[in-house]
Each structure stands twice: as C-alpha cells, then as structure tokens.
C-alpha cells in the first residue's frame, strides 16, 4: 500500500521557518521525482519544489527561491522541505507527489499558516 505522509506543518510568524517532512512506503522511492506542491484557498495546486531520484537537480517556483530547501534522504524514504523567511502568502496546504514515467501519488497534505 502506497502511502506518503507530510509532517511538521503549524503556524508561525512571518520570517520563521519550518520544515516539513514527507515519509514515503510502499514503493520504490529512489526511483521517483519527489516535489511539494501547495494550495492557497481560492486557488489552484501549484508545484513549490521538485527533486529528482538522486537529489542532485532542484527547481523552484520563483516565489520560494533563495527562502525554501528541498531534499531527500533515500534511506530514509522521506524528503524534506525547509522553509525559511516565511511570508503571509506561503499560508497554503503543502502536499507531497512521488513521480515517475508510470505513477504518481500524492500525500494527504498539512496545513502551513503564516500569521502574526
């Protein structure tokens, strides 16, 4: 059974950080593209960060680059997001997707709120 589980979502101040996990079972994990992808209400899933089976290339949306870190411990299964200089318009639903030429899956997301 395919499961990938987000953690480490909250609410913080703006110019925090978090970091978020994603712990992936049930599938080959060093064979998939990991990325985090987050929903705003009111608007649509936008991809934040991408990694691919190595760790070695990252891309970002232009909006996070230079603030959030995506990585990924093979071992571990899991990938990370570390989010730094957190702003109010980073408040979303942040999900993990594993991807491959075949499959995707998706986590079930938690929930970042940056407010004062």
């Known amino acids: 059974q395919v499961q990938l589980v987000e953690s480490g979502g909250g609410l913080v101040q703006p110019g925090g950080s978090l970091r978020l996990s994603c712990a992936a079972s049930?599938?080959?994990?060093?064979?998939?593209?990991m990325s985090w992808y987050r929903q705003a209400p009111g608007k649509e899933r936008e991809r934040v960060a991408v990694i691919g089976i190595t760790g070695g290339n990252t891309n970002y949306v232009d909006s996070v680059k230079g603030r959030f870190t995506i990585s990924r411990d093979n071992a571990k299964n899991t990938v990370y997001l570390q989010m730094d200089s957190l702003k109010p318009e980073d408040t979303a639903v942040y999900y993990c997707?594993?991807?491959?030429?075949?499959?995707?899956?998706w986590g079930q997301g938690t929930q970042v709120t940056v407010s004062s």
């Open positions: 049930g599938f080959i994990f060093s064979r998939y593209d």
């Open positions: 997707n594993a991807a491959s030429y075949y499959y995707y899956y």
